[in-house]
């Protein structure tokens, strides 16, 4: 991983980040907690640096998952954003405004994967012009994959 400064944030903005540093492994995270956490089939983070993570909009609130683990969202819009542990920080890929160099390199608590996980990828595609016309038009409050001055702009959604 490249020690050029990663930036990142929650959906809606209200939490962001800026990490200086070398990230760690980033992995995927079967076990039933990270599933709950991301609302999905596994987790993917990705090691921060220690002491390299500035939180520059707000910072997360924090939910105990176990005796010695919380996992890190914001407030505002619920985005699942850390995994804190006894050995360091741990952020979600999905987070970072780039996250192109980011795959995991390894899968943690692989016993605990849904049996069906390793065939999600060879469903059939979506190809319906129509549909995606359709979500061209939504109007979205979701952050930009980038710093910003200001968020939401001025004279927008509070």
């Known amino acids: 991983m490249s020690d050029a400064v990663r930036t990142g944030g929650c959906q809606c903005g209200a939490v962001r980040?800026?990490?200086?540093?070398?990230?760690?492994?980033?992995s995927i995270c079967h076990c039933r907690m990270c599933q709950k956490q991301f609302g999905s089939f596994f987790s993917a983070l990705v090691t921060a640096p220690k002491d390299g993570v500035e939180w520059t909009r707000r910072e997360p609130s924090y939910f105990q998952s176990s005796v010695n683990i919380d996992r890190g969202f914001c407030p505002k819009c619920g985005t699942p954003l850390t995994y804190r542990h006894p050995g360091g920080l741990e952020i979600a890929i999905g987070a970072f405004d780039d996250r192109s160099d980011l795959a995991p390199r390894i899968q943690v608590n692989y016993h605990a994967r849904?049996?069906?996980?390793?065939?999600?990828?060879?469903?059939?595609?979506?190809?319906d012009p129509d549909y995606y016309a359709r979500q061209e038009q939504i109007i979205s409050f979701q952050h930009p994959d980038r710093e910003t001055d200001q968020w939401p702009p001025a004279g927008t959604w509070a």
């Open 114 to 127: 849904l049996p069906w996980v390793e065939t999600i990828f060879e469903q059939p595609v979506l190809e």
């Open 17 to 26: 980040f800026r990490i200086r540093g070398e990230l760690g492994r980033p």
